[in-house]
């Protein structure tokens, strides 16, 4: 069976949490501050679940990841520093991309990305956008070999992020 997204419910808040506290420790183990200051948290979840931001990556029946997907649904990309976006329209913006511990090395972060840039494609949408720390090694590693482009600097928390975008509809780069 393939793998795909599905919207996340409230039932998949317990599984999600699992796999965002493995993230949010392997992220401490990694000397990063990235997610070391209570978020993400069970609020969070909340509102991506209220705001049918939320998704699950299911691979043979079991919930093997999470992240957050909204269209134009991020304010602070508005505020981006050192840079311009490569296009001026609508986006797909991911946030909170975690795979569970017992399940890294297993491709599924490469499959999550491969389905997300789809969904965009589903969607219409000219691009994604999505930021990173600086030391997100494994992300940063991500962004390089799927064609994302870095765009300057955007700040969540006083925190800055390498913002990246990603074109998914060729005509729609800016002239």
């Known amino acids: 069976m393939k793998e795909y997204l599905k919207q996340a419910t ?23 501050s990235q997610w070391q200051d209570g978020y993400p948290n069970l609020d969070v979840i909340a509102s ?8 699950v990556l299911i691979a043979q029946d079991e919930i ?3 992240v957050s997907l909204l269209v134009n649904g991020e304010p602070e990309y508005d505020n981006l520093i050192g840079g311009d976006w490569l296009t001026g329209g609508d986006y797909l913006v991911f946030h909170r991309v975690a ?5 890294l ?7 999550m990305m ?8 589903e969607l219409q949408v000219d691009s994604i956008k999505a930021d990173t720390n600086h030391d997100n090694f494994p992300m ?15 700040y969540f928390r006083n925190s800055p992020r390498n913002a990246y975008q990603k074109v998914v509809i060729s005509e729609k780069i800016k002239e």
């Open 48 to 55: 991506d679940i209220k705001k049918k931001a939320a998704y």
């Open 99 to 103: 795979i569970a511990k017992n399940h």
């Open 140 to 154: 940063l590693s991500i962004f390089k070999k799927r064609g994302y482009v870095y765009c300057g600097q955007v």
């Open 10 to 32: 409230e039932q998949d808040v317990p599984v999600i949490w699992e796999i965002l506290q493995e993230a949010i420790a392997k992220r401490k183990s990694e000397g990063s």
């Open 105 to 111: 090395g297993k491709g599924y972060a490469k499959k």
């Open 64 to 66: 093997v990841g999470y």
């Open 114 to 121: 491969e389905l997300i840039e789809a969904f965009a494609k």
